[in-house]
């Protein structure tokens, strides 16, 4: 697996360990042994490891920093300079101090050297690492236990950080295909209605030319006949463009279960709890659409007028039939209120489609209902 030093897309976290307080406060385990240095050195030797500490730990929050954000282009020369820095004190406090506890620092560059590497390196980084760690430990004069304890250390650690930024990348990937495919989806899209035109338009309009052109040359030889293929002409223009128009239509209309997810963001933005229940079998098509155009207008007037807390959007069947309702809480009409030009809009569909649609305000209580039936085996005019 190759490493893409591209940002990385929104969302496409580190989790803990892109966090901004987890490098500092990793830092800790490296300065519990500063206090035991203290005790046992001084002069020159015992500042020159601090300084060195000290720096080690700036590079580290640098490195740590840049190069876990989501949107990291990858390690500047900053980056490398920090981590060259790391390594040299890597090598050369556990050797000054001659004590096994020192190999903590080999934890922290070998886990830098997991971020800042390309991805094919970094096993040999990690290898590197857990090697100066057993060399470090045999000659600071520590326990085979100790040393042992520190370079699997060393090893989890850093397998454990490289399988972090495998998934940051694997992540990564997963989105750029997705956008990929959606892309494609579209340009397929296009092609289909490209082509539905095509076939739908081709034929006519050559059909008119070829009509047209006779037409023409008949003219002054015989009148009528030339008024028939006109006529002809007419005929074949105006069921081309109910052609297109149903095309188009086809086109434009989505499926109750497209118009049931936009309705919960609309009412989610607009503050108002949305509760669905449908059915567990799919409905006819013709219905299918026609009751998603009811849930579009009907959540647009909960929306923009009715001031509610809570709409709850239920279809059931029962039998041959099919019923919708759409409730709200909110204020409900007014005596002054009549049907809008969206109601009786819908009125007029569903009634073409051999269904009732019933609406007012509840038995009772405060809010707004939008009732729809409508028989399975009915087939809508077109909802465009």
């Not at 760690?133 to 650690?157: D, F, I, K, P, Y």
């Not at 009148?223 to 188009?248: N, Y």
Request: hydrophobic share 45%; net charge neutral.
């Amino acid at each position: 697996m190759t490493d893409s030093r591209t940002p990385a897309p929104p969302g496409s976290h580190m989790g803990w360990w892109s966090r901004p307080w987890f490098a500092p406060l990793a830092l800790v385990w490296l300065l519990l042994s500063v206090p035991a240095l203290t005790e046992r050195d001084s002069g020159a030797s015992l500042v020159v490891t601090l300084v060195a500490v000290a720096v080690f730990g700036l590079c580290f929050v640098h490195v740590a920093l840049t190069m876990t954000r989501p949107d990291s282009p990858g390690p500047t020369r900053v980056t490398w300079l920090c981590t060259a820095v790391m390594g040299a004190v890597a090598v050369a406090v556990p050797l000054l101090q001659r004590d096994v506890h020192w190999i903590s620092v080999q934890v922290y560059f070998t886990i830098v050297l997991t971020f800042v590497l390309p991805l094919t390196l970094v096993p040999r980084g990690i290898l590197a690492g857990v090697v100066l760690t057993a060399v470090q430990g045999a000659v600071s004069g520590g326990g085979a236990s100790e040393t042992v304890a520190a370079t699997l250390t060393v090893l989890g650690l850093s397998m454990t950080t490289f399988g972090l930024r495998r998934s940051r990348v694997l992540v990564q990937r997963i989105r750029e295909a997705q956008g990929q495919v959606a892309r494609l989806a579209a340009v397929e899209e296009r092609l289909r209605i490209a082509r539905d035109l095509h076939d739908l338009v081709g034929h006519s309009l050559s059909l008119i030319v070829v009509k047209s052109e006779l037409a023409g040359r008949l003219s002054e030889i015989d009148p009528r006949a030339a008024a028939g293929e006109i006529a002809d002409v007419e005929s074949v223009a105006r069921e081309s463009l109910v052609q297109v128009r149903d095309a188009v239509t086809g086109y434009r209309q989505r499926s109750l279960l497209e118009e049931v997810d936009d309705a919960r963001s609309a009412l989610a933005a607009a503050d108002v709890q949305a509760v669905v229940r449908l059915p567990g079998t799919p409905l006819p098509e013709d219905v299918d659409r026609l009751l998603a155009w009811v849930v579009r207008e009907g959540v647009t007037n909960v929306v923009r007028h009715a001031e509610a807390s809570r709409c709850e959007i239920t279809v059931t069947r029962d039998g041959e039939t099919v019923a919708l309702g759409i409730v709200d809480d909110g204020r409900g009409p007014s005596g002054d209120d009549g049907p809008g030009n969206g109601l009786v809009g819908l009125t007029e569909r569903v009634e073409t489609a051999g269904g009732r649609l019933d609406f007012g305000a509840r038995n009772g209580r405060r809010g707004f209902r939008l009732a729809v039936r409508v028989p399975l085996t009915s087939r809508p005019a077109a909802t465009s």
